[in-house]
């Protein structure tokens, strides 16, 4: 009798360099019923600002195992095993990259997180923490029960294994942002499709789940940094940095946001890098006095808003020469509950806004933002900004005392440009900054 040749041949040593400070995290389930928490996983890890790796957009042509082993081996930080009841059927996961992410998690400077997706005998909401060992054929041995699994039955166990790996993260890079007194970077996206190659040097690299068409921001994904951004900032807080480097580029609403999840009150200073790596910040010196000069205009308003409604103001702050108002305007006028205020904000030079002024211009608006909220007793404020990304983080880190509407504006309507809801933002609320997503 002879036997059929092994499928998988034996493995090698772990090479140099297979666990990396900067490496994404590795996701492993079996895809006929973890997909999906898969998916979950990858996306939340995305948004709160790690890479991933995941065999559904990163695995490349060529032999799988082969492919497998070298994402295995060439540099992760952590991983996630998500441990569905299909798993018993998994070759690929029970003997080629479970053994290896078991190797890799003996190295303190690696993490390894187990979802756990077991129910227990009797119940829907608890999990069996001895079934992982079970399923893939560890028992009696207790090798993944003796590890801290999350169960992700619970929505909340996502989220802990997202808050782990966060401050996991920081953990490795603060020794380097303490010691060499430099900031935290972050790098932010919410349009280009995210992939592993996007692991680099950047602390943090923010990837919002994109839109499948259209200009506006994905509510998905919306909901996605709703739930992850308290867990960023307070990763970002907890890594000691002297001030936050930002770079990229998403939706505005987004920039609103960021900026609202680390306020002056929290991170002391943070800068924005355009496209053309002009640093945008936040402090502004008795040098950085305002040369741009902010028109403020109130347009009247029609009608009053009933007693039993909560006070709104709407704003348009538009940092760009000759701004088209019509959508503003348009938003103003088909509210079905009247603004109690009505306030533009532009610059009138037709030159760029210098980012040297960007501390103090920031501030500037802000004031006229709070000044006409305070009037109407701190109205709520619906606010339309058109104007560049880095001012929209800027300006978001001056609005933590106000509930605020982010609109974004949509060109692609039938009938003509409007802006519309994207989120509200509370800072000082539990569970924000994001409180609300707008479909």
Same mark, same amino acid.
């Given at each position: 009798m002879t036997l059929p040749p092994p499928r998988f041949r034996p493995f090698d040593?772990?090479?140099?360099?297979?666990?990396?400070?900067?490496?994404?995290?590795?996701?492993?389930?079996?895809?006929?019923?973890?997909?999906?928490?898969?998916?979950?996983?990858?996306?939340?890890?995305?948004?709160?600002?790690?890479?991933?790796?995941?065999?559904?957009?990163?695995?490349?042509?060529?032999?799988?195992?082969? %492919? !497998?082993?070298? @994402?295995? =081996?060439?540099?992760?930080?952590?991983?996630?095993? +998500?441990?569905? #009841?299909?798993?018993?059927?998994?070759?690929?996961?029970?003997?080629?990259?479970?053994?290896?992410?078991?190797?890799?998690d003996e190295d303190p400077a690696f993490s390894l997180c187990i979802a756990n997706k077991i129910a227990r005998p009797g119940t829907e909401?608890?999990?069996?923490?001895?079934?992982?060992?079970?399923?893939? %054929? !560890?028992?009696? @041995?207790? =090798?993944?029960?003796?590890?801290?699994?999350?169960? +992700?039955?619970? #929505?909340?166990g996502e989220l802990e294994i997202v808050r782990d790996l966060l401050m996991h993260r920081i953990e490795q890079r603060r020794p380097a942002i303490r010691t060499e007194g430099r900031g935290l970077t972050m790098r932010v996206q919410s349009r280009p499709a995210p992939f592993a190659v996007d692991a680099d040097d950047d602390d943090l690299h923010m990837r919002i789940k994109e839109a499948t068409e259209g200009r506006l921001p994905s509510p998905e994904g919306l909901k996605l940094l709703r739930r992850t951004l308290p867990l960023t900032g307070d990763a970002v807080f907890a890594a000691g940095a002297k001030h936050v480097e930002i770079s990229g580029g998403a939706h505005l609403s987004i920039g609103l946001a960021l900026g609202a999840a680390m306020p002056e009150t929290k991170i002391g200073n943070v800068a924005v890098l355009d496209?053309?790596?002009?640093?945008?910040?936040?402090?502004?010196?008795?040098?950085?006095?305002?040369?741009?000069?902010?028109?403020?205009?109130?347009?009247?308003?029609?009608?009053?808003?009933?007693?039993?409604?909560?006070?709104?103001?709407?704003?348009?702050?538009?940092?760009?020469?000759?701004?088209?108002?019509?959508?503003?305007?348009?938003?103003?006028?088909e509210s079905p509950?009247?603004?109690?205020?009505?306030?533009?904000?532009?610059?009138?030079?037709?030159?760029?806004?210098?980012?040297?002024?960007?501390?103090?211009?920031?501030?500037?608006?802000?004031?006229?933002?709070?000044?006409?909220?305070a009037d109407h007793g701190r109205a709520e404020v619906h606010l339309a900004f058109h104007g560049p990304f880095p001012m929209a983080v800027l300006l978001g880190r001056y609005l933590n005392t106000l509930r605020t509407i982010a609109y974004e504006w949509d060109g692609d309507t039938v009938n003509g440009p409007r802006y519309r809801p994207a989120i509200t933002l509370e800072p000082g609320v539990v569970g924000g900054p994001i409180t609300e997503v707008f479909e």
């Amino acid at each position: 009798m002879t036997l059929p040749p092994p499928r998988f041949r034996p493995f090698d040593q772990l090479p140099d360099g297979a666990v990396r400070g900067d490496g994404p995290v590795f996701i492993s389930y079996r895809q006929s019923d973890g997909s999906e928490q898969a998916e979950s996983m990858e996306n939340l890890l995305r948004a709160a600002g790690l890479v991933v790796w995941r065999d559904r957009v990163d695995l490349r042509p060529g032999t799988t195992t082969d %492919r !497998l082993e070298q @994402a295995l =081996t060439e540099g992760l930080s952590a991983a996630v095993l +998500v441990v569905t #009841p299909d798993i018993v059927d998994s070759e690929i996961v029970r003997e080629r990259e479970l053994p290896r992410l078991l190797q890799l998690d003996e190295d303190p400077a690696f993490s390894l997180c187990i979802a756990n997706k077991i129910a227990r005998p009797g119940t829907e909401s608890k999990c069996d923490y001895d079934g992982p060992d079970r399923l893939l %054929r !560890l028992a009696p @041995a207790r =090798t993944l029960a003796d590890k801290k699994q999350a169960n +992700v039955l619970d #929505p909340a166990g996502e989220l802990e294994i997202v808050r782990d790996l966060l401050m996991h993260r920081i953990e490795q890079r603060r020794p380097a942002i303490r010691t060499e007194g430099r900031g935290l970077t972050m790098r932010v996206q919410s349009r280009p499709a995210p992939f592993a190659v996007d692991a680099d040097d950047d602390d943090l690299h923010m990837r919002i789940k994109e839109a499948t068409e259209g200009r506006l921001p994905s509510p998905e994904g919306l909901k996605l940094l709703r739930r992850t951004l308290p867990l960023t900032g307070d990763a970002v807080f907890a890594a000691g940095a002297k001030h936050v480097e930002i770079s990229g580029g998403a939706h505005l609403s987004i920039g609103l946001a960021l900026g609202a999840a680390m306020p002056e009150t929290k991170i002391g200073n943070v800068a924005v890098l355009d496209i053309q790596n002009n640093v945008w910040d936040s402090t502004s010196s008795s040098n950085d006095s305002v040369t741009t000069e902010l028109n403020v205009e109130a347009l009247p308003v029609d009608g009053t808003q009933p007693n039993d409604t909560a006070t709104k103001i709407a704003v348009f702050v538009t940092l760009t020469a000759d701004p088209d108002r019509t959508a503003f305007e348009r938003l103003v006028r088909e509210s079905p509950e009247r603004f109690a205020g009505v306030m533009i904000v532009s610059v009138p030079s037709s030159n760029r806004i210098d980012p040297r002024e960007a501390g103090s211009l920031s501030q500037a608006v802000a004031q006229q933002v709070k000044r006409l909220s305070a009037d109407h007793g701190r109205a709520e404020v619906h606010l339309a900004f058109h104007g560049p990304f880095p001012m929209a983080v800027l300006l978001g880190r001056y609005l933590n005392t106000l509930r605020t509407i982010a609109y974004e504006w949509d060109g692609d309507t039938v009938n003509g440009p409007r802006y519309r809801p994207a989120i509200t933002l509370e800072p000082g609320v539990v569970g924000g900054p994001i409180t609300e997503v707008f479909e």
